[in-house]
């Protein structure tokens, strides 16, 4: 069975930082981009970040840039977010997800990180920044 398993979530004040990991299975993770959507109350689902498992390539939402890094364990098959400089708007529910789209033309072609026609998705982290 594919899982996305995330973890990491948690309760922080502004300008603090959390990790989330995504520990991946069922399926071959060398082939997929990995990331990280979010979704606070009342909004849309938004690309958050992702990494490319074959060549490392990043996206970053401006909203994040600077802020956020991501990184990928492939030997683990695990993807973990790195949230610095944490503000109350990054107050979410955060989704990793995987993507065979992405690893194999977005990528290249500069696409964002869209939740549609996204393969597998995990449960849910709630990250919630306090003021």
């Known amino acids: 069975d594919v899982q996305l398993q995330a973890s990491g979530g948690g309760l922080v004040q502004a300008g603090g930082s959390l990790r989330l990991s995504c520990a991946a299975s069922g399926f071959t993770f060398d082939d997929y981009a990995i990331g990280w959507f979010r979704q606070a109350p009342g909004k849309e689902r938004e690309g958050v970040s992702c990494?490319?498992?074959?060549?490392?390539?990043?996206y970053y939402a401006d909203s994040v840039k600077g802020r956020f890094t991501i990184s990928s364990d492939n030997a683990k098959n695990t993807v973990y977010l790195q949230m610095n400089i944490l503000k109350p708007e990054d107050t979410a529910v955060y989704y990793c997800a995987a993507d065979l789209f992405w690893e194999l033309l977005g990528r290249t072609y500069g696409s964002t990180w869209s939740p549609v026609g996204v393969d597998y998705w995990g449960k849910g982290t709630l990250v919630t920044v306090s003021s």
């Open positions: 990494i490319s498992s074959s060549d490392g390539s990043t």
